[in-house]
C-alpha cells in the first residue's frame, strides 16, 4: 500500500460528502484521463455561502481522500474563503501526501475552484482574479511529477 | 493473490537452505572441507535447474535476479556478436529488464525493433521473422507475460528464425517452474528464469546459456560462474533455488491443474458478477495462476487499498499504482486505452490459496467495485448516457 496518513486513510475510507447535486448552482469538472484522476464537484451557494458541496471522483486514494477534505474545509464558507484553499492546505489538513500523489491536491482545489466559477458567471457576479480570467489550462502533465 | 510479487517460500525450500546459513558457510571456491559442502550445493542445485528446463547444467549460470538474467542476456549476448551487426528484435511488451538493456544498447549503436502483440497481448511469430533483417544478432520474446498471464508462442518463433542467423532468448521468469519449458523444444539459445516466481527464496535466479554459445560477462571480477558471473556464491539462495527448481518439477502437472481450475472459477466468477468487467491476456494460452481484468470506471490504487482493508492482496497496472505514475506499458500495448488501463487487477494464484479464497475474492469484490463506482463521475456519465 501507499505510504498515506491515517487522516488520507480515514477520508478515503470513509469519504465525506460524496454525490451529486441535481440543482447544483455551479459545477467544475477536472480530469486527465492519462494520470487518471477526474473529479467533479457540485456547489449549491446561498446568501454567498457554500451550502453544500458534493462530488464524485475517479481515481486513486489520494484523490478520494483530497475531495473528502476539499468538500469538508469549504462547506458553509462564503465564495471568498472558499476561494482561498489551495493545494499546500488541502495536504496539510491530510497530515500530508506522498510526493508522487500532490498534484491530486491541485486537482481538488482547481475542481473547486471551477464550480465557484461557473456559479459566478452563471448569475453574472464578478469575482476579480476568477471571472476576469481565462479559464486555467489544465496541466496534462501534471501527473508526471 | 499476488503471487507474481512474492510467492511465499516453500518449507522444503527453507529447510534446503539453512544448513548454508549456519554450519556450511564456506566458500565455493576453497580447497577444504569446508568449501566442498558449499561447492557441491551450488553444483547440485545447477543441476535441479537444468533439469527444470532441460538444459545441460554447465549451461546455467546463477544470478541475483531475473532483472540480472535478462540484463546480461541482452547485453551480453548483443556486445559479444556486434561485430556480425547490430540490430536487436524485442517484443514491446518486455519487462523493463528487456527493455531497458536495449535502450542501453541503443547508446551504444545498436538499433532496436519492437514486435507488437494482439489485443490478447500475443505476438505474431511471423511479425517477429518480419523484422529480422541480415544483420540482427539477438530476438528476445518473453516465454509468459507477468502481467497478463499470455503465454507466447517461443516454438513458432524459433522456427521461423533464420538458420545461421539471430539467436534468441527468451524471459521465462513469469514461466519457468510455473508451465513446462524446454530449452530444446522451444528452440532457444538462452533463457531467464527466476526462484520467487515459483516459491524460492528472492536474489535467487539463473541464465541458461546453449553451449558455444558467446556472451560477455556484465560485471569483471574472478572465475565464479565460469567467468560469466564472478563474485562469491550466494550460496543459500542457490540451493534454495535448486530445492524450488526441484520441487516445482516435481510437483508441475498437479500444481498447473490445480491453479488452472482456481484462476478459471475466479475468472467466471469475476465476469459474471461484475458488470463491465473484462478478461486481459489470451483466454486459454495463459498462465495457470493469473486471473487479470480490466474494471471500467474505476482507478485500480483505490480498488487494491479497498481490497486490502478486507485482506485481500493483489495487483493492478493503473498509473497511480506505479511510483512513476505511468500505466503499464503491457495493457497500452495491447491496445487497451489510458482510462481502461487504469482500472487494471492482476490476481496471481499460489499453491496456498484454495477455493475458499477465491470464493473470498467474489464476495468482496464485487462490493469494492460498486462502491467505488458510486462515486465515479464516470461511472454516473455513463449510466446518464443509457438513460439519455
Not at chain 2, 546453449?210 to 540451493?239: C, F, H, S, Y
Request: hydrophobic letters at 40%; a negative charge; one cysteine or more.
Amino acid at each position: 500500500m501507499p505510504v498515506y496518513s491515517e487522516k488520507v486513510m480515514q477520508h478515503f475510507m470513509s469519504p465525506h460528502n460524496v454525490g451529486e447535486i441535481a440543482d447544483a448552482d455551479g459545477v467544475g469538472e477536472v480530469g486527465n484521463p492519462v494520470c487518471g484522476d477526474m473529479m467533479t464537484f457540485y456547489i449549491k451557494v446561498k446568501d454567498n455561502r457554500i451550502e453544500d458541496v458534493k462530488y464524485k471522483t475517479f481515481g486513486c486514494g489520494a484523490a478520494i481522500a483530497v475531495s473528502s477534505m476539499v468538500s469538508d474545509l469549504v462547506k458553509g464558507k462564503t465564495l471568498e474563503e472558499a476561494l482561498t484553499v489551495t493545494p499546500a492546505m488541502v495536504a496539510k489538513e491530510l497530515e500530508g501526501l506522498p510526493k508522487n500523489k500532490m498534484h491530486c491536491s491541485n486537482l481538488g482545489a482547481q475542481a473547486l475552484h471551477k464550480a465557484i466559477r461557473n456559479y459566478a458567471i452563471n448569475n453574472k457576479i464578478d469575482i476579480p482574479g476568477l471571472t476576469d480570467k481565462e479559464e486555467p489550462e489544465e496541466d496534462e502533465h501534471a501527473c508526471e511529477t | 493473490m499476488d503471487n507474481v510479487a512474492a510467492s511465499p517460500l516453500l518449507p522444503e525450500v527453507r529447510e534446503a537452505m539453512l544448513p548454508y546459513l549456519g554450519e556450511i558457510f564456506g566458500n565455493p571456491q576453497s580447497l577444504h572441507d569446508w568449501g566442498d559442502g558449499a561447492r557441491e550445493a551450488v553444483e547440485g542445485a545447477r543441476e535441479q535447474v537444468a533439469a527444470l528446463i532441460g538444459g545441460a547444467p554447465e549451461e546455467v549460470t546463477f544470478t541475483s535476479s531475473g532483472t540480472e538474467a535478462n540484463n546480461m542476456a541482452i547485453k551480453g549476448i548483443a556486445r559479444a556478436r556486434a561485430d556480425r551487426g547490430k540490430h536487436i528484435v524485442v517484443s514491446a511488451i518486455e519487462h523493463f529488464s528487456v527493455l531497458n538493456s536495449t535502450r542501453t544498447l541503443q547508446k551504444e549503436g545498436f538499433e532496436v525493433s519492437l514486435a507488437p502483440v494482439d489485443s490478447n497481448g500475443t505476438v505474431d511469430p511471423a511479425e517477429v521473422a518480419g523484422l529480422v533483417r541480415p544483420d540482427t544478432v539477438l530476438v528476445s520474446v518473453m516465454h509468459a507475460s507477468g502481467e497478463v498471464g499470455t503465454v507466447q508462442p517461443i516454438a513458432e518463433i524459433a522456427a521461423r528464425l533464420p538458420k545461421d542467423g539471430p539467436l534468441f532468448h527468451t524471459d521465462a521468469v513469469a514461466s519457468a517452474g510455473n508451465i513446462a519449458v524446454n530449452v530444446k523444444e522451444l528452440g532457444l539459445h538462452a533463457l531467464s528464469l527466476a526462484g520467487n516466481q515459483f516459491n524460492g527464496p528472492r536474489g535467487s535466479a539463473a541464465l541458461w546459456v546453449r553451449r558455444g554459445v558467446r556472451i560477455l560477462p556484465l560485471l569483471d571480477g574472478g572465475i565464479q560462474e565460469g567467468g560469466r558471473r564472478p563474485g562469491t556464491e550466494d550460496v543459500p539462495a542457490i540451493a534454495g533455488l535448486g530445492k524450488a527448481a526441484e520441487i516445482a518439477r516435481r510437483d508441475l502437472d498437479g500444481r498447473m491443474k490445480k491453479l488452472s481450475g482456481l484462476r478459471d472459477m475466479l475468472i467466471d466468477g469475476v465476469l459474471s458478477k461484475v458488470e463491465h468487467s473484462s478478461l486481459t491476456g489470451h483466454p486459454v494460452n495463459r498462465l495457470p495462476g493469473y486471473a487479470s481484468f480490466c474494471l471500467r470506471f474505476i482507478e485500480g490504487e483505490a480498488i487494491l487499498m479497498l481490497l486490502n482493508s478486507h485482506g485481500i492482496a493483489a495487483a493492478s497496472g493503473s498509473a497511480c499504482t506505479s511510483r512513476a505514475l505511468k500505466a503499464s506499458h503491457v495493457l497500452l500495448a495491447m491496445g487497451i486505452n489510458h482510462e481502461l488501463a487504469q482500472g487494471s487487477m492482476l490476481f496471481t494464484l499460489g499453491p496456498d490459496n484454495n477455493e475458499e479464497d477465491v470464493n473470498y475474492v467474489l464476495e468482496k469484490l464485487p462490493q469494492v467495485v460498486d462502491r467505488l463506482r458510486q462515486m465515479s463521475p464516470l461511472y454516473s456519465k455513463y449510466l446518464k448516457e443509457q438513460k439519455g
